[in-house]
């Protein structure tokens, strides 16, 4: 499966990303090679535990992402 990454640089440094398809999927990095390690990681954590609890696996069908940009 494919998951979209929202990937954010802290203002104090380092990154963030997360899987808005699945919820409180999020992981943290020094670096940005470091966060793009680290949340597939997470992500194929989130997915075994709902894969173990019998769970569907939350899919990105049907969604869309825009980004919206204010200009003056």
């Known amino acids: 499966m494919r998951y979209t990454v929202i990937l954010e640089q802290e203002v104090d440094g380092g990154y ?4 808005p398809a699945l919820p409180g999927c999020v ?4 670096t940005r090679d470091e966060v793009m390690k680290n ?3 997470a992500a194929d954590l989130y997915i075994e535990d709902f894969i173990a609890s ?3 696996v939350p899919s990105e069908a049907g969604k869309e992402y825009l980004q919206l ?3 003056r």
């Open 16 to 19: 963030v990303a997360t899987v």
């Open 27 to 30: 992981s943290q990095g020094d």
């Open 39 to 41: 949340i597939p990681e």
């Open 54 to 56: 019998g769970d569907p």
């Open 69 to 71: 940009l204010k200009i």
